[in-house]
């Protein structure tokens, strides 16, 4: 059974940072291009980074670009979102999403699977 599974979300105040981990089983993520997206109370989902299926490729919303950075570990199955210098404009549900491909992509639809989420708040 594929499942995506992020954690290390939790309540923090601005400035600080937090490390988000996606976990996959029932699949191999060397062979996916993966991605975080982000869903604030009241609006759409929206892209936040996504990394390709060696880690030789990221990109990044232009609001996080420099602040957060998306990681890979594929001996452990594993992708990270590490975000610095958090601001109340990043409290959202962050999930990660698995697309079997090569090179990272960017639409939402493009994405095969998802994990359920991992709230992170950040307090003024």
């Known amino acids: 059974q594929v499942q995506l599974v992020e954690s290390g979300g939790g309540l923090v105040q601005a400035g600080d940072s937090l490390r988000l981990s996606c976990a996959a089983s029932?699949?191999?993520?060397?062979?996916?291009?993966m991605g975080w997206f982000r869903q604030a109370p009241g609006k759409e989902r929206e892209f936040v980074a996504a990394i390709s299926w060696n880690g030789g490729s990221t990109y990044y919303t232009g609001s996080v670009k420099g602040r957060f950075t998306i990681s890979r570990d594929n001996a452990k199955n594993t992708v990270y979102l590490s975000m610095n210098t958090l601001n109340p404009e990043d409290t959202a549900v962050y999930y990660c999403?698995?697309?079997?491909?090569?090179?990272?992509?960017?639409?939402?639809?493009?994405?095969?699977?998802w994990g359920q989420g991992t709230q992170v708040t950040v307090s003024s």
């Open positions: 029932g699949f191999t993520v060397s062979t996916y291009a």
């Open positions: 999403a698995a697309k079997r491909t090569f090179t990272y992509t960017l639409p939402r639809a493009d994405y095969d699977h």
